[in-house]
């Protein structure tokens, strides 16, 4: 059975096995504001999801993570898929999320019906990385 739940402080040891980009201080954030889901499968968490607020009035989806033991279930769509509905229960029309350009993210976020919207490329020494696609969808 699966179960999808805002982030609870009790997940934080399994939030951070997988999600190793947010601060510390930010993961009570996501608790406290219900910007974090937790994906369970019999009641074993296995996959994540964080978004922010992008201008402070758009939905950005800025992680989303399955645990590789469970790739090919269908569960990274069923995440985006409740963020989404989520979203627009909240009087949000638009969505917002990245990834980069030589990850294969793109291909998932389009399949959900996410267009390409533009992109960004950071090359401050120590900083440098691929292109970053942001990516857009209508709700």
């Known amino acids: 059975m699966v179960e ?9 040891e399994f939030w951070y096995s997988l999600d190793r980009h947010l601060p510390e201080k930010e993961f009570q954030d996501k608790v406290d504001h219900e910007r974090g889901y937790v994906l ?3 009641g074993k968490p296995v996959g994540l999801l964080r978004y922010n607020l992008f201008w402070d ?8 993570f399955i ?9 990274g769509k069923k995440l985006m898929e409740h963020w989404e509905i989520d979203m627009k229960s ?3 029309g638009i969505l917002l ?9 793109q291909h ?13 490329v950071i ?8 292109m970053e696609l942001f990516l857009v969808k209508g709700i």
């Open 123 to 130: 090359d401050t020494p120590k900083y440098e990385q691929p």
């Open 90 to 92: 909240q009087g949000y």
């Open 108 to 120: 998932f976020y389009r399949k959900l019906g996410y267009k390409d919207c533009g992109g960004f």
């Open 57 to 64: 009035n758009t939905p950005f989806c800025t992680m989303l």
């Open 67 to 75: 645990d590789w033991n469970y790739h090919g279930k269908g569960y």
């Open 97 to 105: 999320t990245s990834t980069q350009v030589d990850e294969d993210a």
């Open 40 to 42: 369970l499968e019999d």
């Open 4 to 12: 999808i739940r805002y982030v609870q402080s009790k997940d934080k």
